[in-house]
Nanobody, 126 residues
Framework: QLQLVESGGGLVQPGGSLRLSCVGSGSTLDFHRIGWFRQAPGKEREGVSCVSRTAISEYYVDSVKGRFTISRDNANNTVWLQMNSLKPEDTGVYYC???????????????????WGQGTQVTVAS
């Protein structure tokens, strides 16, 4: 059973940067598409970014394009989300998720992910 653990969240001022990490255990991440989702208080969970198994395909929600970068290191079972030029509206709990084994491409829909981490809080405030 694949397990995911996120880290790297915290409090940062507007314009600052954070790098989130997602480490997998129990299975190899290169079998799975990996997505980052976030949920702000009172809002639905939103797909922020995704990377396909071989990193050929990537997805970013419009609000983070040009500011966030997703990357993966299958050899180390790790996926990162580099977040630059952070804004208060980026605040929320960020979740790492993995699709079913041998899933293809990318998806921004939570229904296409089977395994979820516990989340890491990101707060952007001055």
């Amino acid at each position: 059973q694949l397990q995911l653990v996120e880290s790297g969240g915290g409090l940062v001022q507007p314009g600052g940067s954070l790098r989130l990490s997602c480490v997998g255990s129990g299975s190899t991440l290169d079998f799975h598409r990996i997505g980052w989702f976030r949920q702000a208080p009172g809002k639905e969970r939103e797909g922020v970014s995704c990377v396909s198994r071989t990193a050929i395909s990537e997805y970013y929600v419009d609000s983070v394009k040009g500011r966030f970068t997703i990357s993966r290191d299958n050899a180390n079972n790790t996926v990162w989300l580099q977040m630059n030029s952070l804004k208060p509206e980026d605040t929320g709990v960020y979740y790492c998720a993995a699709g079913p084994s041998f899933s293809y491409g990318c998806s921004a829909s939570a229904r296409n992910y089977r395994y979820w981490g516990q989340g890491t809080q990101v707060t952007v405030a001055s």
